[in-house]
């Protein structure tokens, strides 16, 4: 399995998940569990670059993986969590991660302009502090900061 | 010295990557997993417990039971404690913890687990409060009442008779505010580690109070309460759930006294849900009465409250909405009667708000109809009536500063409240509701005194320390923010270590929004004091008076001089104090009495937040759903320290009550909880929630820390009834049972027809089912449960599948014939969830993904678009193939998250199995556990997700939406078998409820949409929630001719019978006609007399036909 650019060795069945591997053998524990059933959000990494569930992701099925712990300092990662800080977007952090993994996929495929659907696209993630307001605006802001220094 | 600024937590480079560590992720050497068994009964005596066979498992290190815990209760309430950490000789709850085992892993632990045997003789439940209530209702608990009646407080405040008789106009009505439940995001748990040889105990614990749990876990395993030491941890949500100890705290440190390893014991999500605390539901009966002039005269409140199985704070919550009951308003006397109930359930206990929200709901509905009755705008009432700075309530608060009318005259400007309100009963409204809280109310004696302290050491750096913690209000932020405001030392040498008890002063922790009431001030105490004695050394140094030495900026100086100056670190090191430290530890007792409950009389609080929220809504008449557009949201808190915790306090606490107002609620059946998943427990998503507009009302309170008060609770307690007014003011339906989901919206607003328009008698087939209908509340439905759910088939073992890849379509066939037990496996969606929950536990999975072919989506010359089984539902959006049928995408975009649609199939999701919340949660169903087993949805609760057509011995339905969808489009399956391959209509795919007619062995490879050739196809779907199952939804296609005439039409009914319904009459109604208003409104019923909808869910034919409604509109 290669996870965040690397090669990593790792004996799997078919009932391991790809959260648990992360988390127990790869020590990546960055990624939380929430739900274990694919509901919230909170396990959100990127397979293949794209957001999934990894509490329900099968980890023999899983071949590059990006967890948070490899998109914290991208761009578009550094980006949003700054802008998380900023706005509040986050109060007792627990579905963050989850939060940033997928709203930095959102990023790479770009920020929907219109509000309504950037919430549809984020409503997979559930967060039970902030109201959601301040996470909208972060990830509305931090599109607008990686826009302006993305050369053209 | 002010604070208000808006600063970067400081710790966002941690959160935002979830490098801190929660209880979860704290590693110890040799940690073993420890999980508990729990009661399956509402209420039982337990006989005997067995558990020899799980000890003798390998990797089993222990097994305890109430016998291996000293008899001690949870000290909860004081003389109310009523309940030991393991059920002893009876349990009183499904869910109750009876056993505790400690294994090796997870995997162990639950069979461990499985091999306890437990005698239990089942008693009676009571599991409603009208069942508790009466007359010879078994009894839960021998208390002094006689009865189920746990406590009961029956007072009058002021002069009630007076006040009716001063009454001009008067309102009344019965409220009803249903459990909700915290969902925490990081659920509840613990690890321990037992130091044998020293006799200490370490706990990381996911709390609010650490001090509370130091207190209580030594308390109830007879420890000296020095040897327990709490550690530090990241919690990851609090709101009230974690504000004592709960149920994990000492099952952990018993099983690692007992095993003498580190035991980590985390609830599951399931759990989570169905055996921590809830909000406690309120049923009340109020009358409120004015003036001509609309001067409050009177209220009389009757409040029969749920108390659950055990006293948590079911004593204090009634203490505390009699409180806020008495003293909202201005009012010449109130009287209360509150009893609170047992009954068979999982336990109430404290929640943000902490009966305010039960208390604004009543309050503030009728506020509106009395302004009503009397002419006047609900603005202009409240104004008269609110409280102002210094009144004294008849509840014995002392309010400081009361900046009520401030809040309503802001919330009036900022929503453009008077224009808004002239244009009622459009289906769009505006309504309002205020709310008060305490800011820190002395429930303990101790509860008014918070201690902190800082250090400032030689190089300059600063560190808190504080007894408290931070589930997320953001206080660890605010007391750097006071350290460095008074002391000057810089933003990023700050060091704040909360929780540990050994570490860190005593503080009782973050509830009754005392945070920044009392540990702020206390840490500014702290400050100042360290500030002082840092000044006196500069000014020894520089030969100044103190008065003259400026703190900043990591340095100390000279006004206006700020070179000249000295680091803080030098300064330090140089005064020759111990340790090259300056350390300064504070005590601050703030102004409040302790709380009395034989009158009812104090004041609890230093000081009094104000709030005045105004919901705009817009309802759908058609489905009942209710949106809600903007929410604006005034606060008097006194002075705001840091405005983006304001915020975020305020937004949160919003659409947690929103929540509330419009989906949250814990569903129960026979005292078990139905819906114990965030799939089935109706909270908000980011695009359910509306635009949160924050105002901050600013005076400084006297008593506050810097003039403020607090935050934490307050935002949700007005939300529910400023939600029913605007629905009020859109519709003119005055709903008063919380929440106001669709159903209860639309039965107001629609309510069912007569059950003849449902022609029974034409259908003979369906008697019989309409006999054991009628039988099941006649003994049959008690009969199955008690005797049929005995016979119930067995759970499948679980197994660890065997994964197959295979590259070709014929390789997976001939893997799949060739493994018995195996099962075909797309995204994992739903086959992985199904395992989790019993249902399905295929030994080897035939993985779909990995076959190239199946993975493909084309459309052929003719223009038949072919969707390979495996194709992802993410692919669908935005596809070119499919640009012939926006129906697909509309449809698509319904289903789920992004993220399980990136991950979910086609194929997977029409072959996903029935949503049912019963056969979902365990419950042991027809389905679940076969023939003797009842359907629980006959009898319960059928709202959303049962058939309201065909439904036969099982009320679900499928859930697919694409079903729906692919069948108006007449899509064809081509299944691929060891005999070969076959085509299948989509529309005859289905035998029963998430049931196909596919047999072992089958490969969905394609699914074949056929050429559009100028038809329009449209979907519609009623949903709870963003993403939720289809509650109902219609997918209609036609040949549209130029003049408008619809041709051949195909309506397709989703959600509404066990599979997806095609409603002849209504393509018959639309045959060959224009689509006007009448007959879409004819159409849109055609099918009502077919359908034969269950008690509880008849409204979803009103809904259905509303949605039918406006899918034929949108053919327009």
Redesign the interface.
Known sequence: MRVNGEDREVAVDGADRLLDVLRDRLGLRGSKRACGMGECGACTVLVEGRPVMSCITLAARARDVETIEGVAETPEGLALREAFADAGAFQCGFCTPGQVVRGVALMRAGVPDDEAELRHEMSGNICRCTGYTAIVAALQSAARQVEEVRPA | VTLRK?T??L???E??????T?V??VQLPGMLVGKALRSPHPHAEIRSIDVSAAERLPGVHAVLTSADLPENKYPHEGAFADRYPLARDKVRFIGQEVAIVAAEDERTARAALEAIRVDYHVLPAVTTVDEAMAQGAVRIHERQSGSNLSMRITRSYGDVDAGRAATHASARASFRFNRQT??????NGTVASWHEETGILELWTSTQSPYFVRKEVSAVLDLPRDSVIVRET??????GAKSKITDHEVLAAALSMRTRRPVRLVL??AEEFATTKTRHDFRTDLEIGATADGLLTFRDARMVIDNGAYNHSGVSVTGASIGSMVSLYRTMGVAVDAQLIDTNKQPGGQFRGYGGPQVALPVEVLMDELADKLGLDPIDLRIRNAHHDGDVTHAGYELGTANLVECLERVREATDWDTKRAAGGTGRGIGVAVAMHVSGARTYPEANEGNASVAVDALGRATVRFGGSD????QKQMLADIVQAETGVAAGMIEVLMMDTERSPVDLGAFSSRGTMISGHATRAAAQEAARRLRELAAHKLGVEPEQVVLAEGRAHVDKEPDAGITLGDLVASAGLDDDTLEVTETVTVKAEMVNYATGVANLSPAYSFTAHVAEVEVDQRTGKVTVLRYTAAHDSGTILNP??F??Q???????GLGAALGEELVYEGGRLVNP???TYG?R?????P??VPIIVERADPEGPYGAKGIGEIGIDPVAPAIVNAVNHAVGVRITELPLTPDKVLTALRPPPSRRAYHLWRRPSRWWIALLRWSYPHGVHAVLHRVGTRFARKAPPV?????HTPETVDEAVATLAATPGAAP?GG??DL??LG?QALRRPT??V?L?AVRQLRTLRREPDGTVVIGGAVTL?ELLGSPELAAFPAVEEAV?TI?????R??ATVAGNLCQEKRCWFYRSGFDCYKRGGATCPCYAVTGDSRYQHAVIDGHRCQAVTPSDLATVLTALDAELEIASRSGSRRLPVASLYSGPGETVLRDGDVVVAVRVPPARGRTTVFRKLQLW??DFAVASAAVSVHLAPDGTLGAPVVVLGALAPTPYRAHRVERALEGRRLEDAVIARAARAWVPGAHPLERNEWKVEAACGLLETTLEALR
């Open positions: 808006r970067r937590n710790e966002w480079r959160r935002t990557t979830g490098a801190v929660y979860g992720d915290h969902v925490c995001m990081e659920t990241a919690v990851g949500g609090g709101f599951d999500r589930a997320g209000t953001g983006t915790s915020d975020g305020v937004a949160g606490g919003v659409l947690m998943s965030y799939l909270l998503r980011a695009a359910d929630a635009e949160i197994v660890v599948p065997t994964l496996l994992g969606t992985i969830p989790e080897a999975f993985d993904m993410a975009r789920a998250s992004s993220q399980v990136e991950m963003e993403g």
